[in-house]
Each structure stands twice: as structure tokens, then as C-alpha cells.
């Protein structure tokens, strides 16, 4: 992505900005879930080897923490919720049979909520 | 005076760029990585008021920038906000070690946002405005005996900064710490306050440049008698410091007091040749937070006033002592 130090200037109609900035940002972030979706699919079958596990979870670990960040200021809340506890599920993972099964459970609760707000966006 | 927003999500830089403009923020400036943002403070093409930084982010974390930042003489007081999904004491700890001000967590709450924005930019107008202040605060961190009294002069009931003792902060860092703690679990903390006895006498009796030799002296010695605990410690004025503690955490002050002495002995303070004056520090009773006022505020006047009790009880006793003794006697 290009670097952006850039300034942006004040607008008149700041409400209406706003609300334009919100739906624009929630456009792009939900259309982003088509490659995203697929990014996360992979990841989940990746958790699954011992050999990638570690990897697949940072990056996971990754895409949800940017998710928590912004998905409920953009009224997505149930997907920021499940995000955020994928997240706390990675951070304190102890390789075992039960936690992996609840991680697998969550990642397919998040892939669930991304399909529908993709769907729902169309 | 313009803003430096760095987070690596182009969303939240998106997001951040209505919100703030909504709130009549014009000059804004963003970056995508700790190593942009570094760059733009180094160059001095703009004069920031105010940063806001993400934590986490590829290459260097909003932690690491913020500690970088603070650095550059030019920014060693200028807010800096945290504005982060990491909610957890660690990072909240870490962010306020390396120097922030304040800390926010995502998703973004506007409201919040313009109030802690709103307070950054009162406190960057009154650095600007009381420079003398500023110049003051620096001639007695660099311990510049040669400056006039009134270069260096602070009152009694400043709370000066301390600098570069571990684990503590300044005194609007440490009620906006707690702030923050008391959104997490609110009464997971407790405080206890730290006071120098017979404190205006020490502070007529000294130069403004001994007499914070003297407070971080006694501000190093409460770091290293509570090394162990991970506290987090401020100056809050008055010859007072309040450290914030674990809320299960049960210390015995009787032997806090002690440890403290023997610290300060070491540190060559007592009858030693810096400052041949007898300082003794008096430990206040813990308290915790209250389900009925989690304030910061309070809990820090509540802490400080357990130590004002304490101290007046000793020196009522040690005017009574010699006469007790001279009737044993």
C-alpha cells in the first residue's frame, strides 16, 4: 500500500461525511471477506498440522486483532465479538485436543458471519 | 498544531480521518508503520500536538514508537494516545512505561475519543504556554546546579516528574492509567501512598535542585522495595507517591518503612554527603478500589490521605515522647 502522509481537510456537511466514510469503509472491509474468507479457510486446515500450526496462528491471530479493531465501530459487532475471542483463544492455546476443537468451532462461527454480512452487502 | 494518527489498517486511518474531521480536526497527518510515523517526527516538517498510535503492527509495534517518540527532547511531553484493540494490563502497563498518556481501546467510541482528544490538546496548549515550566522541569531532570533559584523553583505541592526511575510515571499518566484499568475490571487495584515525613521542613531547609535529588532518591527507593510487585509508581506533590498494586496484594508498611530506610541509608541519602538531612518515609494504609466510587481520583486521595493520618499520628507521638520519657524518668 502506498504511504499515505497526507492531509485531509475539513468538510462542510460533516455528518453526512461521516456517515459516507462509515458505509464506504464497511463496503471495502466487507468486500475484502471474498479473499479473506478463503485466507482463513486455509489457515483453519493449517492449524490442523502440527508443523504450520504455529505460523497459521499468528497470522490468524493477526486478521482477528484487525477485525476486533474495527468491525463493531462499523456495526458489525458480532463479527468484532468473535474475532476478539478468537483472538483470546490464540493467545492462551495450549495445543490441546479440546481448545483445538473450540478454535475450529469459533473459526467457523467467524467464516459463518463473514458469508452472511458478504452476502447481505450484495 | 497538527495530529499524527499511525495504525496499519487503512480502515481505521479511513475511519479516523471522518471522526476527526467531524470533531473540526483539520490538520491531520497519518502513517501506516511505526517506521513512517518515526520518520515524519524526525524530519520536523510538522509540529505535532498530539499522536495517536496502534499497538500492534508489523515491523515496529506502537509501544516500541511511543518509547522512540518520547526519545526526541522536542516530544518528551507532547500526549501521545494509544489507540488499540489490546486491552490487557500487559500492553496497558508496557504503553505507559514507554511513556503514553493515555489509552484507548477500540472499537472506537467518538464520544471518548473527542474527550481524551479535547484533554491532550488543553494539556499540549498549557506546555506551550507555561515554557518556564517546561525549561524548569528540564534543569532539574539534568541536575544543572548553575541555573538561578528561579530557574528551577517548584512549590511544595508540584507533582514534579521524575524521570528515569523504572516503573514511574507522571501524575496525569497515572490517574489516566487507572482510568483505564477501572474500565477493565474495575476494582481489580489497590494504592498505597508513600510520604516523606516533616516535608516542609525539608523543602525550606534545601535548594529546589536537592530537594528532587532528595524526591528521586525516595522515588527509586519505592521502585526497589516493591521491584517484585510490577507497581506502577507516581510523584503526586506534597512529598507524596502513590504506587498501584495487585488488589490481593497484602504488604506489611511496618516493614515497607523499614525497608525503605535501609534503601535510603544505602543510597547514601541519610547522613550520607548529598543532602545531609534526615528524610524518613512514612507508609500510608492500602486501600482498594471501591465498588461505590472507582474514581482514580479517589482512590489516589483516599491512598493519600491513609499517609497524612499516619504521618500526623507520628508526629503527635514524637512530641509526646520526650515528655513521657522525662516523666518515667
Known amino acids: 500500500m502506498a504511504p499515505m502522509p497526507n492531509r485531509k481537510k475539513h468538510c462542510p456537511d460533516l455528518e453526512y461525511q461521516i456517515a459516507r466514510t462509515l458505509q464506504r469503509t464497511k463496503q471495502r472491509f466487507v468486500d475484502d471477506f471474498s479473499y479473506k474468507i478463503p485466507e482463513i479457510e486455509a489457515l483453519q486446515i493449517l492449524i490442523q498440522n502440527e508443523a504450520e500450526r504455529s505460523n497459521a496462528l499468528r497470522r490468524l491471530a493477526f486478521i482477528t486483532h484487525q477485525f476486533g479493531g474495527i468491525a463493531a465501530t462499523l456495526s458489525l459487532q458480532d463479527i468484532g465479538d468473535c474475532a476478539a475471542e478468537i483472538e483470546q483463544l490464540i493467545a492462551g492455546f495450549n495445543q490441546t485436543p479440546m481448545q483445538l476443537c473450540s478454535l475450529s468451532e469459533r473459526i467457523e462461527t467467524l467464516l459463518d458471519l463473514m458469508e452472511d454480512a458478504l452476502v447481505e452487502a450484495l | ?329
Do not use: W
Open chain 2, 1 to 329: 498544531m497538527t495530529l499524527l494518527v499511525v495504525d496499519d489498517d487503512r480502515n481505521i486511518l479511513d475511519l479516523m480521518a471522518a471522526i476527526l474531521a467531524s470533531q473540526g480536526h483539520e490538520d491531520v497527518v497519518y502513517a501506516q508503520s511505526g517506521e513512517e510515523a518515526l520518520a515524519l517526527v524526525n524530519q520536523g516538517q510538522y509540529k505535532f500536538s498530539t499522536f495517536f498510535l496502534d499497538i500492534q503492527m508489523p515491523g515496529m509495534d506502537g509501544v516500541e514508537l511511543c518509547g522512540r517518540i518520547r526519545a526526541s527532547a522536542e516530544h518528551r511531553r507532547t500526549p501521545i494516545i494509544m489507540l488499540t484493540s489490546m486491552r490487557d494490563k500487559a500492553h496497558v502497563d508496557a504503553a505507559f512505561l514507554r511513556g503514553a498518556t493515555d489509552y484507548l481501546t477500540k472499537p472506537i467510541d467518538t464520544t471518548e475519543l473527542a474527550a481524551r482528544l479535547h484533554v491532550a490538546q488543553l494539556l499540549f496548549d498549557e506546555q506551550q504556554t507555561s515554557l518556564s515550566a517546561i525549561r524548569r522541569e528540564e534543569n532539574l531532570r539534568l541536575g544543572m546546579s548553575y541555573k538561578s533559584y528561579s530557574e528551577t523553583h517548584f512549590d511544595l505541592n508540584d507533582a514534579v516528574s521524575i524521570y528515569d526511575v523504572p516503573r514511574v510515571i507522571g501524575s496525569l499518566e497515572m490517574e489516566n492509567y487507572l482510568h483505564r484499568l477501572s474500565r477493565g475490571k474495575r476494582f481489580m487495584c489497590g494504592a498505597i501512598c508513600f510520604q516523606i515525613q516533616k516535608r516542609e521542613r525539608l523543602f525550606s531547609m534545601t535548594s529546589p535542585l536537592e530537594f528532587y535529588e532528595i524526591l528521586t532518591d525516595v522515588a527509586e527507593a519505592i521502585f526497589e522495595t516493591l521491584r517484585s510487585y510490577n507497581v506502577m509508581i507516581s510523584y503526586v506533590g506534597n512529598g507524596q507517591y502513590v504506587a498501584i498494586l495487585p488488589r490481593t496484594l497484602q504488604l506489611n508498611e511496618e516493614e515497607l518503612e523499614l525497608n525503605l530506610s535501609l534503601k535510603l541509608r544505602e543510597f547514601g541519602l541519610i547522613d550520607g554527603d548529598t543532602v545531609p538531612v534526615d528524610a524518613t518515609v512514612i507508609v500510608g494504609e492500602s486501600v482498594r478500589m471501591s465498588m461505590f466510587d472507582a474514581s482514580p481520583h479517589a482512590l489516589i486521595a483516599r491512598a493519600t490521605a491513609k499517609a497524612e493520618v499516619k504521618c500526623a499520628e507520628r508526629s503527635s507521638m514524637s512530641r509526646l515522647l520526650p515528655k513521657s520519657m522525662s516523666a518515667r524518668g
